[in-house]
């Protein structure tokens, strides 16, 4: 995954929850924003960046790692080793 791709994809968090159900999700990437952490993923056969958003389509924050790696674990998301990137603006 090419953390400076500008084309993102947005996906919600319930298309996250079956995409992680399934284990589609083949890699993950957080992005540092001024507000929090960003989740963003890529998933089987496909080359494409999705970022997550809520139902309201707008990005989802997390304002600290701890929750963010709560939310990865409760909804299952089963990837051999998870790499954290900070990418800062």
Do not use: C, Y
């Not at 319930?14 to 284990?23: G, P, Q, T, V």
């Not at 952490?37 to 809520?54: A, D, K, N, P, V």
């Amino acid at each position: 995954m090419s953390p400076n791709t500008e084309k993102l994809s947005p996906i919600t968090e319930h298309e996250f929850k079956l995409a992680s159900r399934i284990s589609s999700i083949t890699s993950v990437l957080v992005k540092e924003e001024s507000e929090g952490f960003t989740l963003r993923l890529q998933m089987t056969g496909s080359q494409e960046i999705h970022i997550l958003t809520t139902k309201k389509k707008t990005l989802r924050i997390w304002s600290n790692l701890n929750a963010l790696i709560d939310f990865l674990k409760k909804n299952g998301v089963d990837i051999p080793s998870l790499t954290l990137v900070l990418l800062h603006n």
